[in-house]
DNA sequence: AAAAAAATGCAACTTTGTTGCAAAGATACC
DNA sequence: GGTATCTTTGCAACAAAGTTGCATTTTTTT
């Protein structure tokens, strides 16, 4: 474990640093999304409000990372698969929202459906967002 | 027009002042959804930020407006279809957002798909955005 | 037109996110 | 392994976003 997250770091060219080490760590081990908050809450040590920040920035920069949308205005962010390159995200699977528990994981196994937009529109990116109940809560 | 708004916030149970009234008249004039921040800007009287927040959640409760999710933490709201009920949102088109000009648009004409979710999932909604180019910056 | 109910604005506060800079830590080089 | 260089961190100070209680104003009811 220790040392994947050191190959990861090394990898996409990061500096190995106790932060990020703690905080991959974390993505690691979860299997539901993190918010900022969560982060901050989940780590016994105490960085700093801003490290954490930067942090999540270098991750999603490296392409380590990526967002999910969410309409309660808080960003979620989750590992992304092994073939997201710095700066070009192809993370195609969809979120799924637990109502119950709250957690948000991502559904690797299921592609984002192709849309149909209507005449004039150029589609670069399709997230699928759906909520309801999960595994455990149903 | 003004009628409508008045219609509108009768049907709902909601009394009729002139914040509620300059608000929903926003939403029926603009086709592309709007945050709390854009309310703001786009109104020359000036309400308090918290009548505006107040004023939104109440619209969100009757179901109004609905929320749209977007990864870079700002809460986006639109008009609902008439058959949005309290507390029983069912709009089931998807967003479209503009990287060019930044518009955020429901595609009410384009129906969400259909996903399979693993055995043991339950869907209770689902939400599609797509991001690219709208029919003006294509 | 007066009484009752609801919405507004204000102040004070919390949470979330950002920036510049000095100190601490990691990497590279000898 | 030790030192120079470059990077990251934590702090302080700030800006923006969102919330709550309460007195005043506005809307609705009778």
Known sequence: MKKQIVE?????????????????????????????????????EKFDRVTVYRTLQAFMDKGIIHTIPTADNSIKYALCKDDCEQGHHHDDHIHFVCKQCGQTICLDEVHVPSVRLPQGYHADQVEVVVSGLCKECN
């Not at 996409?12 to 993190?34: C, H, P, V, Y």
Request: cysteine-free; charged content about 35%; aromatic content about 2%.
């Open 8 to 44: 990861i770091l090394r990898k996409n060219q990061l500096s190995i640093t106790d932060g990020r080490k703690k905080i991959l760590e974390l993505f690691l081990e979860s299997d539901s999304a993190l918010a900022h908050h969560d982060i901050e809450e989940k780590i016994q």
